[in-house]
């Protein structure tokens, strides 16, 4: 039989209710002679509460007492689903991440897991029971109670079906799977039966919020097979593995569109051409922790050059701010910002080995009248920066130029 790890997020176990329907979920796969884990996430909503309670406290909490205050959230729920569970006649036990001890850093609020004692799962498992466990929460050498960071119960989940050598991870969320882009962009929008790890993290970072961008990597790392799926249908899901797909000549050369309106353009314009300036504007903001995406430079007619940047767009002013020092210094003729623009992004395996991608990306867009302020390209992705106002244009355009649709 199968060891399966099961991750049930927020709005999985909003209310009582709920939490009696993942129990009966959780039943039949017990029936079906499987060894369940399964991670839960705090009620939907609970984690904001309890982030706003803290609040009202202290203008920036004490980090070590937040996350005492913010792990209390899946406390409530591994004890509520074992009650489901035990009414329902099923042996089950909780564990919060101390008493599983889940060994993290101690980095709070933002903690990363460091190593899991599998002894008393295991135990409990070989003992037939379920085996229930605070997502987001661990534990550092000191006994100190740490968090993973927002939505860490997915890398909750995969790093106990990493430790455990579990089946397969599911990851049970109100969306049936990952889709070719966003369905409420583009209706014919499909579920992708599989995707690549890889393909994953460039869409999951490109705004498709579907897992926690930790929980696939580390799933990458250990190759955890990671299965999406619904809570309230049932359908196979999206299987996230290593693996590139059954056929590499079915293999589809662009799987997804990912799109992000959170992005800002920056310019300074007509700075020297000389060795060193790049680092000269760019150092500064990094230094000001300010992360920086897509760059472009180029040369100007009267020997300058423009250089352009994107950063999130809270980030912005900040940006602004320092780049105003930096364009003093070096005799920079202008500095111009634009916070309407969006980034459309096309992702897929396949395009490593083919040739004429971009082309068909830059031709669907020019047929659309949609102007290319910036392109960046990596192995398995090409991205550019447009106006915001023509994004879901542009995102139907490559939707149907790639074929992705139903
Ligand atoms: N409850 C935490 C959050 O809301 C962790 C999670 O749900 O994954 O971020
Ligand atoms: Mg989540």
Redesign the pocket.
């Known amino acids: 039989m199968s060891v399966f790890v099961q991750?049930y997020?927020?709005t999985s176990v909003g209310t009582t209710e709920k939490i009696k329907a993942v129990a009966d979920k959780v039943a039949g796969f017990r029936d079906a002679g499987h060894d369940m884990v399964v991670v839960v996430?705090?009620m939907?909503g609970?984690?904001?509460r309890l982030i706003s309670l803290a609040s009202d406290m202290q203008q920036d909490p004490d980090p070590r007492e937040m996350d005492v205050l913010?792990s209390t959230?899946?406390q409530v729920t591994i004890a509520l689903l074992c009650m489901a569970l035990k009414a329902k006649g099923y042996d089950a036990r909780s564990y919060t991440g101390t008493q599983v001890r889940i060994l993290t850093d101690d980095a709070h609020t933002k903690a990363r897991i460091q190593d899991i004692d599998v002894a008393n799962m295991r135990a409990d498992l070989d003992a037939g029971r379920v085996v229930v466990v605070a997502?987001?929460q661990g534990v550092d050498e000191d006994g100190n109670i740490t968090?993973?960071?927002?939505?860490?119960?997915?890398?909750?989940g995969v790093a106990l079906a990493a430790a455990l050598k579990a089946d397969e991870c599911q990851i049970y969320t109100d969306v049936d799977g990952v889709y070719t882009t966003d369905p409420r962009v583009v209706d014919g929008a499909r579920r992708l039966n599989q995707i690549t790890f890889e393909e994953m993290l460039e869409m999951a970072s490109l705004g498709s919020k579907v897992l926690?961008i930790r929980a696939v990597e580390f799933a990458g790392k250990y190759n955890v097979p990671l299965r999406v799926l619904s809570t309230f249908t049932d359908g196979p899901g999206t299987l996230i593995t290593l693996d590139e797909g059954q056929d590499s000549m079915e293999q589809p050369v662009v799987s997804g569109i990912a799109f992000n309106r959170d992005e800002a353009k920056i310019s300074i314009l007509g700075v020297p051409d000389m060795p060193g300036v790049a680092s000269k504007v760019l150092a500064p903001i990094g230094d000001a922790n300010v992360e920086i995406d897509v760059i472009v430079q180029n040369i100007a007619a009267d020997n300058t050059n423009d250089l352009t940047f994107t950063v999130h767009r809270n980030d912005m002013g900040k940006a602004q701010a320092v780049l105003q020092e930096v364009a003093k210094d070096l005799g920079a003729r202008e500095i111009v910002a634009d916070d309407k623009i969006a980034k459309v992004s096309i992702v897929g395996v396949g395009m490593r080995s083919h040739a004429g991608v971009a082309s068909t990306m830059f031709k669907a867009l020019a047929a659309e009248n949609i102007n290319i302020r910036m392109i960046t390209t990596s192995e398995i992705k090409i991205s550019v920066i447009i106006d915001e106002k023509y994004l879901e244009l542009a995102v139907r355009a490559l939707h149907s130029a790639f074929g992705l649709e139903k």
């Open positions: 991750k997020g927020g996430s705090a939907s609970e984690t904001n913010v959230g899946e997502g987001f968090t993973l960071g927002r939505g860490g119960s997915d890398t909750t926690q």
